[in-house]
């Protein structure tokens, strides 16, 4: 694994530690969390606020039978749950891999201009999280949409005119930002990229400028 | 066990549990936390009845994932508060939750105990800056935790601007950071 550069915000890190990230953005984090080691020791750091608010929430009454009915769940279900593994030479992290039900080569996909292909995952409403293809040396369509979007990049890269967005790295985009990324020569470029707004892509213009917002 | 009990007498806890099923181990530990889970499931909206449902499910959850839990990566209670949130995601908004690939620590790897000793010192203390915050910011804090409270909703509840909330709750993990080191 290459370097990574861009990494999620803390907001992004609050809101997924306290549950609140909507399940599309969600699963952006979960899968750049599962590739880089530095977000994943401060969504920990998180968690451990989360930890001690639970620990100073108080305490509910529990009913007379609730932990004889607590081990009777735990003798009727399976003993031991396995740890949930990235596949090697997989493309796709584990918590990705789940969602698509598989890896790359497992993926359904729907064409939608340019050579670039999309395949939308299905999540909660409120937000949507598609896998987009984009052939070497092409323009990532331009799209409009109104609200936040994180673009996760999971092999290949993308350029923009103001950076280079590679393996693992996770482009937060906000309102400011009016940019055309295009993949790099050499190898296609595969993406997870959520929305919180429904995302239309503009084949037939030449360009919009995308508006985004920060979440 | 007593409510005292210091988080690195949970890891030795949960290596009970984890080595010899250790039932009597596990009603201390479900004494503590089951209380705690479910009062953090009333307090994000969950009846009464469905809160004791999900916080069985959850200490369940505890058990079946006892050997996932690493101690030199979170305390106990900060583990058990991932899985509770789970949970709530889980049962009570009826969603999948996305969760980053476990990086477990085996019976041949076990992690070095001056990390585990480190890190469990480092949550007490945590928790205890987080204790000495002014009310204000520990209030906002809580709320983010609690309960499917977006940025945007705790404006709604508080009548503050959205961008003084973000830059409350960043001032507030600051502090935190700051009294932490």
């Not at chain 1, 080569?105 to 939308?120: E, F, L, S, Y």
Request: with cysteine.
């Amino acid at each position: 694994m290459s370097k990574i550069n861009h990494h999620l915000t803390d907001e992004m890190l609050l809101s997924y530690s306290a549950g609140s990230l909507a399940e599309a953005f969600s699963l952006v984090v979960a899968t750049h969390v599962s590739m880089c080691d530095e977000c994943r020791a401060r969504l920990d750091a998180f968690d451990a606020v989360g930890g001690s608010v639970l620990n100073d929430c108080g305490e509910a009454v529990v009913g007379a039978d609730s932990l004889d009915a607590t081990l009777a769940r735990i003798t009727a279900g399976e003993d031991r749950l396995p740890a949930r593994k990235t596949k090697a030479d997989a493309v796709f992290p584990a918590p990705l891999a789940e969602y698509v039900d598989g890896d790359l080569d497992a993926v359904k996909w729907t064409r939608v201009g340019g050579g670039v292909r999309q395949a939308i995952l299905p999540t909660s409403k409120g937000a949507t999280v598609r896998l987009l293809h984009i052939p070497a040396g092409t323009a990532v369509p331009d799209h409009g949409h109104n609200g936040a979007e994180m673009t996760l990049v999971l092999k290949g890269a993308f350029r923009d005119e103001f950076d280079r967005f590679g393996p693992g790295d996770v482009e937060v985009a906000n309102e400011d930002l009016h940019h055309t990324p295009v993949a790099e020569e050499g190898e296609d470029c595969i993406c997870l990229a959520a929305t919180d707004a429904p995302l239309r892509f503009n084949a037939i213009l030449p360009r919009i400028a995308q508006r985004f917002v920060r979440i | 066990m007593v409510a005292d009990t210091g988080e690195s007498d949970w890891v030795a806890v949960m290596r009970r549990i984890r080595d010899d099923r250790d039932q009597e181990a596990f009603a201390d530990l479900f004494r503590y936390y089951a209380p705690r889970v479910k009062a953090y499931l009333m307090r994000g909206g969950a009846n009464e009845s469905l809160a004791e449902e999900c916080m069985q499910e959850a200490m369940a959850t505890v058990w079946r994932k006892v050997e996932l839990f690493d101690p030199s990566r979170a305390s106990v209670t900060t583990w058990i508060f991932t899985i509770a949130r789970n949970r709530r995601i889980d049962v009570i908004r009826k969603e999948r939750r996305p969760e980053p690939e476990d990086l477990p620590w085996g019976p041949e790897a076990e992690p070095d105990q001056e990390d585990v000793v480190a890190l469990q010192q480092e949550s007490e203390r945590l928790a205890e800056a987080l204790g000495s915050l002014p009310e204000k910011q520990r209030l906002l804090i809580e709320q983010a935790y609690f309960g499917d409270l977006s940025h945007s909703e705790i404006a709604a509840k508080t009548g503050l601007p959205l961008g003084t909330i973000k830059s409350r709750i960043r001032l507030a993990l600051d502090r935190l950071r700051h009294a932490m080191k």
